[in-house]
């Protein structure tokens, strides 16, 4: 099945700085990559995906990157605020276009 | 609030009883599914169903169950067969021809103590 690797687990910023969260997938027939935001206590929530066919796409302050030959894809978020501060979730569809294998997630706290 | 609900939130339990968790969506999603989630361990399928009366093991299905008699109910029942039952349970769902987002609930702390 499907492997995704999500790192670093935990990454502290300060407010205005980039934070950048990166993850790795295993089935090379994965063609959908949603990020998920989840602040403490509440539930995931998408904030942007990327499918197979597309290299990169931005939304304001945040972009994802994908590159099917190395089989990874990152987050990227710009200019970053306190609200910022969660925990980040990738994950990879496998092949599949209803099921979807989620990293570890990573804590991001944006310190004022 | 994204139109799937759970209930309680929050659900205490004896050691050795079975407990079922709600999960109901109005969102006309073929697709429903049953995730566990403990610190550090990220979000781990327990079941899935595409469809009406059809579902599948995920990952972690040992000490769980699942029916899907109607599209927008998706119950689980944590067995006492299953030995570290206390965690966050998420349900989510999505459109199974569409491909891809799924939409969560609120979630339910279940605590068996």
């Known amino acids: 099945g499907e492997n995704v690797e999500q790192h670093p687990s935990t990454l502290s910023v300060q407010e205005g700085d980039s934070a950048v969260i990166k993850c790795t997938y295993s089935?090379?027939?994965?063609?959908?990559f949603p990020w998920y935001k989840q602040e403490l206590g509440k539930r995931p929530q998408l904030i942007i995906d990327?499918?197979?066919?597309?290299g990169e796409k931005k939304d304001q302050r945040i972009a994802v990157t994908l590159n099917k030959t190395a089989k990874h894809f990152s987050l990227h978020i710009t200019e970053t605020q306190p609200e910022d501060s969660a925990v980040y979730f990738c994950a990879s569809s496998g092949g599949s276009n209803y099921k979807l294998t989620f990293g570890k997630g990573t804590l991001l706290t944006v310190n004022p | 609030d994204g139109g799937i609900t759970q209930s309680p939130k929050y659900l205490f339990r004896k050691e050795g009883q079975n407990v079922t968790l709600s999960c109901e969506q109005n969102?006309?999603?073929?697709?429903m599914y049953w995730y566990r989630q403990d610190p550090g361990q990220g979000l781990r399928l327990i079941y899935y169903s595409q469809i009406v009366n059809d579902f599948q093991k995920g990952d972690i299905a040992e000490g769980y169950s699942v029916s899907r008699e109607k599209k927008e109910s998706f119950p689980l029942t944590v067995t006492s067969a299953q030995k570290n039952p206390t965690a966050f349970y998420l349900c989510?769902?999505?459109?199974?021809?569409?491909?891809?987002?799924?939409?969560f609930g609120p979630g339910t702390r279940l605590t068996v103590t």
């Open positions: 969102l006309n999603h073929d697709a």
């Open positions: 990327i499918r197979s066919n597309v």
């Open positions: 989510a769902s999505s459109n199974r021809l569409a491909g891809g987002e799924q939409y």
């Open positions: 089935d090379s027939a994965s063609n959908y």
